[in-house]
């Protein structure tokens, strides 16, 4: 078994920590300059606080980044001179994630990207990885109910394929919301759902989940398409529809703990159109 530390546990950091403490390694986490929520999570998630970060990684025979988009830099230097296992599993493109090794050179370094819902059962949650750590950190998970398939050595390729997933995930997420929001200000919305209802009837349930998403992870969303944004420019490819999504999650209004309903939807759209 190892000692872990999970910097810094969110909805989705807390998730996989608890699953790494579940099959028997000491899970840590450092509370310094943390919020009461977090504080909250990780007790829930049966993590151990180390206190600082520097206690942290005093302690720890790997390092798990787990933090928003805009964030993993800054997680990478506060880590910077650890010795152990760094695991970058943020939303992150590939140029950011070898950005995000080089500040932790001397680390033995995996490129994470999470795949699916913080886990709760089988099937909900893969974490590819890549790199030179990337068949150690794959043992960590062994037996547990996180998927942890080694894609290559490459530092890059993990991040790749999250940054693609997500391009169509929450890439769509972005597109029912802009669209919806162009039929209301033309005057057609209703003309447009009862169209909808005839030929694609799962797009009004689907705009009220991106609806909830958007107003609940917006402020994260918009740096992670940035992100895509940015992958694929590096691969040729047109980079701007991931740019104006990333505008639309900046737009739309923070309600935290929104539901998915036409309220949270109503609150969305008007927050769109400039």
């Known amino acids: 078994m190892a000692t872990i530390g999970v910097l810094h546990p969110g909805e989705m950091g807390a998730a996989v ?32 606080d180390a206190g600082t970060v520097a206690g942290l990684m005093r302690r720890c025979d790997a390092i798990l ?57 089988a099937g909900d949650t893969r974490l590819y990885l890549s790199g030179p750590a990337a068949g150690e950190t794959a043992a960590l998970f062994d037996g547990t109910i996180v998927a942890a398939p080694v894609l290559s050595d490459r530092v890059g390729d993990a991040s790749a394929l999250k940054m693609a997933y997500a391009a169509y995930t929450k890439g769509a997420a972005a597109l029912v919301l802009a669209v919806r929001a162009l039929a209301r200000e033309s005057g057609l919305e209703e003309a447009l759902l009862a169209d909808w209802d005839a030929s694609l009837p799962e797009l009004p349930r689907r705009s009220l989940q991106a609806a909830r998403s ?55 759209l008007r927050g769109l159109p400039r």
Do not use: Q, Y
């Open 17 to 48: 920590g608890a699953v790494l403490a579940g099959a028997g390694h000491d899970v840590l986490w450092s509370s310094a300059g943390r919020s009461g929520a977090t504080v909250r999570r990780a007790a829930d998630a049966g993590l151990v």
């Open 65 to 121: 980044s787990v933090c928003p988009p805009h964030a993993a830099l800054g997680v990478a230097r506060e880590a910077a001179g650890f010795g152990g296992a760094f695991v970058d599993a943020n939303a992150v493109s590939p140029a950011t994630t070898r950005a995000a090794a080089a500040i932790v050179e001397g680390a033995r370094f995996a490129d994470g990207g999470i795949v699916g819902a913080p886990p709760r059962a």
């Open 214 to 268: 958007a107003a609940t992870k917006g402020w994260r969303w918009d740096f992670e398409m940035e992100e895509i944004a940015a992958t694929f420019a590096a691969a040729g490819l047109p980079d701007g529809f991931h740019r104006a999504a990333a505008e639309l999650f900046r737009r739309a209004p923070r309600i935290d703990g929104a539901p998915a309903d036409e309220a949270t939807l109503d609150a969305v």
